[in-house]
């Protein structure tokens, strides 16, 4: 059992079909507990935001919806549950139709929380730290428009791992080993390990294997190109990177705590049904 919270941010995204409906439907439902509140905001005007008190974030939405949401909990140091309405959904844990059920058991304590990591780069020019940002699936150096490789000089803890010639390299957290690095060729990671994984993307003539670094590691890459490369976080974030700019990619030292109301081994019977959902959509 956890303690129940009492105010809640309910989150929804516009882009998402019924998502503003059922966020509301969800804020009526809590504010008729006289001593629970609940507000309704769209996740464009939460992500830049300052937590006001509240206690749990609902997001509602898809898989986009949950990484947004996710990042924006980890700043908080609010715990997150997702209601999912995408097609896959491998970040929301309840169903549509199981808002309510989901709902009891939040206030009645009965839930885990699940520790998540988060992977941070920035963006290095001439010395100087340009940006940086936070990400609960992966950092992403990728080529732009052109279809051309690009060339990436990537160091762990300053020593050489591979140049690699590739359209992209990615470094993804153990929950994103089932997003763009999975599509990539990577291995699926349990989401609580705290691993990070390094994997090329469409790599030409050079190693085209993932590489799984310990939390305290801190991969540097260097690229190489005579054309646009971009530096990508959660696939939502995009910076231009230009020729010899680094980029440093580490475990954050924020977490998102997800809420757990399934049995410990849920992601293995999910990954499955998943997966599963995936195939059927490509026959």
Same mark, same amino acid.
């Given at each position: 059992?956890?303690?129940?919270?009492?105010?809640? #941010?309910?989150?929804?995204?516009?882009?998402?079909?019924?998502?503003?409906? +059922?966020?509301?439907?969800?804020?009526?439902?809590?504010?008729?507990?006289?001593?629970?509140?609940?507000?309704?905001?769209?996740?464009?005007?939460?992500?830049?935001?300052?937590?006001?008190?509240?206690?749990?974030?609902?997001?509602?939405?898809?898989?986009?919806?949950? +990484?947004?949401?996710?990042?924006?909990?980890?700043?908080?140091?609010?715990?997150?549950?997702?209601?999912?309405?995408?097609?896959?959904?491998?970040?929301?844990?309840?169903?549509?139709?199981?808002?309510?059920?989901?709902?009891?058991?939040? #206030?009645?304590?009965?839930?885990?929380?699940?520790?998540?990591?988060?992977?941070?780069?920035?963006?290095?020019?001439?010395?100087?730290?340009?940006?940086?940002?936070?990400? #609960?699936?992966?950092?992403?150096?990728?080529?732009?428009?052109?279809?051309?490789?690009?060339?990436?000089?990537?160091?762990?803890?300053? *020593?050489?791992?591979?140049?690699?010639?590739?359209?992209?390299?990615?470094?993804?957290?153990?929950?994103?080993?089932?997003?763009?690095?999975?599509?990539?060729?990577?291995?699926?990671?349990?989401?609580?390990?705290?691993?990070?994984?390094?994997?090329?993307?469409?790599?030409?003539?050079?190693?085209?294997?993932?590489?799984?670094?310990?939390?305290?590691?801190?991969?540097?890459?260097?690229?190489?190109?005579?054309?646009?490369?971009? +530096?990508?976080?959660?696939?939502? *974030?995009?910076?231009?990177?230009?020729?010899?700019?680094?980029?440093?990619?580490?475990?954050?030292?924020?977490?998102?705590?997800?809420?757990?109301?399934?049995?410990? *081994?849920?992601?293995?019977?999910?990954?499955?049904?998943?997966?599963?959902?995936?195939?059927?959509? #490509?026959?």
């Amino acid at each position: 059992m956890t303690r129940s919270p009492s105010r809640f #941010l309910v989150i929804s995204n516009p882009q998402v079909a019924r998502s503003s409906e +059922l966020a509301l439907e969800i804020q009526h439902y809590i504010q008729q507990y006289s001593d629970l509140h609940a507000e309704c905001v769209q996740v464009s005007d939460v992500i830049k935001g300052s937590n006001d008190g509240s206690e749990m974030l609902l997001a509602v939405g898809g898989d986009g919806t949950m +990484l947004r949401v996710g990042r924006v909990g980890a700043r908080f140091g609010c715990p997150v549950l997702g209601f999912n309405l995408g097609e896959v959904g491998f970040l929301p844990q309840v169903p549509e139709l199981e808002w309510r059920a989901a709902l009891k058991r939040i #206030l009645a304590g009965d839930f885990d929380l699940e520790r998540r990591m988060l992977v941070f780069g920035e963006l290095i020019r001439d010395g100087e730290n340009i940006t940086g940002h936070h990400a #609960l699936n992966e950092i992403v150096v990728t080529r732009g428009a052109l279809a051309r490789p690009v060339h990436l000089e990537t160091e762990v803890d300053s *020593t050489g791992l591979a140049t690699y010639v590739a359209d992209g390299l990615i470094v993804s957290t153990p929950t994103g080993s089932t997003a763009y690095a999975l599509a990539a060729g990577g291995p699926i990671l349990p989401p609580t390990l705290r691993n990070l994984v390094v994997m090329p993307v469409s790599p030409h003539l050079s190693v085209g294997r993932a590489v799984v670094l310990a939390e305290g590691c801190t991969i540097t890459i260097t690229v190489r190109t005579d054309h646009q490369a971009i +530096l990508s976080a959660d696939g939502q *974030t995009e910076v231009e990177v230009l020729d010899g700019d680094c980029v440093r990619v580490r475990a954050s030292e924020r977490n998102c705590h997800f809420v757990r109301l399934q049995r410990p *081994t849920y992601f293995y019977r999910d990954l499955a049904e998943r997966l599963a959902v995936k195939g059927r959509s #490509l026959q």
